[in-house]
């Protein structure tokens, strides 16, 4: 494999340890014989010549013997900070093993720990002091060809609340899918984190923290310094998407609503929630047989994540022809406060489309017994708000009822997998924000599936890259999630699992990149010209861990 013109130009690194200490180019053991007298490498590592497939084994090896995932964790981003080939070619080569390690649920353990796990700085921090110098830190990114940015400002991580700038760890899990789902090269991604301070005592008080030890900055100063970024952003590195994660919900609509109609931007938590879960749902259909508009959703949380599912099984419904009021009829909200119907004084502006006229319910139990829904689905952050009443109450409603417990991580799943199979005597099509291990319930071997983002937005960027679309509609995460569904295979409905095996991740993520570059070709939006072969284009564009040979 020839190594990408930006990687062989002017940023090799000289002769000797040079070699040995960039990620990028580093092949350790692995470098040949002829590579080692051209690089003047002789003499710096042991004489025996390793192949990739070696490493790997030892890489595993060592893997394993950690005594936790936390640990676990640290020693993948050693790995990823010492020999990213390597570091990728096990995580593409072993994803269901090791996405629980870089993603959900480790990534939110690892967050909490930042400040003492804490080795080698990944990723660029723009925080509330560098206002008006922006643009210099983003020339300081040692790397110009950047086309994806996942940014957060830290204030809702996972279901964990506010880890302010030790969030970084999710626009660095979220960017190392790019590259192992989505096959975005590693160089084409930059991890962004804005500290603007934090509300959480834990990390003020805390000796440790990374961050700027202040309360958040909100109002006008904070709209001035993401403006700055975006428009940074759009100078250094012009065909670049920017994907907004883990914001709390007051920016994270906000920021959407502003930026996705002028710059290439998305929302992951709203938009990509959105379309893993419509999949989801269209799978689940599969297996009962019925069709979406028969369906009553019913929601725990009204966040963004509920929101954004909302917004795409409306959209999804008015394509069969209802309309926008009737189709957003299908879905339902129960938040802290109860059902959200019309009469209640206390809404926020984006639950405001889901307030039907209705009597009000007080909580989830009685929301079941007065809507009978056929989907629950859970995105409250509330651990164990799905227990045995609500569980059995639809068991009773549903021969088939559709559970999605979606809060992350594990420990916030709003029902475990067992649970749900367990008060449903079997019946429940289930799946989760975090995995889950399959359960044996009768004899019976059920999988529960992951309906993780990392199933939409690797294929979603690499659309958009591949056509340099110049925005991110939301007709692209429609037909993300119908591409998704169709990718699922009758031998996994006959398991229960409503996505695809998470080893074919590349395969479905070139799939969803075809059909959103479609989309954007379709809608006028795509800056690139269209190749002629445009499913073969995206493939041959897909990064492929292997190493070049360094001459
Ligand atoms: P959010 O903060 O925007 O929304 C949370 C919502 O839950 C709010 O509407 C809040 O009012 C509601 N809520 C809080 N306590 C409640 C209670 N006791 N009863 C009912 N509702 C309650 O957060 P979000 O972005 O919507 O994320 C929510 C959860 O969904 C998180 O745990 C997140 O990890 C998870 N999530 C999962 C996926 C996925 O699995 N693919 C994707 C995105 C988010």
Known sequence: MNPPSFVAGRSRPKQGLGWLQHPLFNKGTAFTEAERDRLGLRGLLPPRVFTLEEQVVRVLTNFRKRPNDLERYVYLMGLQDRNETLFYRVLMEHLAEMLPIVY?????????????????????????????????????????????????????????????????????????????????????????????GTENPTLLENPLYTGLKQRRVRGAAYDELVDEFVGAVQKAFRRALIQ?????????????????????????????????????????????????????????????????????????????????????????????????????????????????????????LSAIAALKPSVLIGVSGVPQSFPQPVLAAMAQLQQRPIILALSNPTSKAECTAQDAYTWTQGRAIYASGSPFPPVNFEGRTLVPGQGNNAYIFPGVGLGVMACAARHVTDSMFFRAAKTLAGQVRESDLDQGRIYPALERMAEVSAAIATAVAEEAYALGLARAARPEDLAGSIRAQMYQPVYPIWA
């Open 244 to 364: 907004f994660e883990d914001f709390g919900n007051v920016n994270a609509f906000r920021l959407l609503k502003r930026y996705q109609n002028r710059v290439c931007a998305f929302n992951d938590d709203i938009q990509g929630t959105g379309a893993v879960t419509l999949a989801g749902i269209y799978s689940a259909l599969r297996i009962t047989g019925r069709p979406l508009q028969e369906q009553t959703m019913l929601f725990l949380g009204a966040g963004e994540a509920g929101i954004g599912i909302g917004d795409l099984i409306s959209a999804a419904l008015e394509d069969q022809g209802l309309s926008p009021e009737a189709a957003r009829r299908r879905c339902w909200f129960v938040d802290s406060k109860g059902l959200v119907v019309r009469g209640r004084r206390d809404l926020a502006e984006h639950k405001l489309p889901y307030a039907h006229e209705h009597p009000g319910c007080p909580d989830l």
């Open 104 to 196: 959900t649920p480790t990534v939110g353990r690892a967050c909490q720990e930042y400040g003492s796990i804490f080795r080698r700085p990944r990723g660029l921090y723009v925080s509330a002091q560098d206002r008006g110098r922006v643009p210099r830190l983003l020339r300081h990114w040692p790397h110009r060809e950047v086309r994806v940015i996942v940014v957060t400002d830290g204030e809702r991580i996972l279901g964990l609340g506010d880890l302010g700038a030790q969030g970084m760890g999710i626009p660095v899990g979220k960017l190392s899918l790019y590259t192992a789902c989505g096959g975005v090269h590693p160089q084409h991604c930059l991890p962004v984190t804005l500290d603007v």
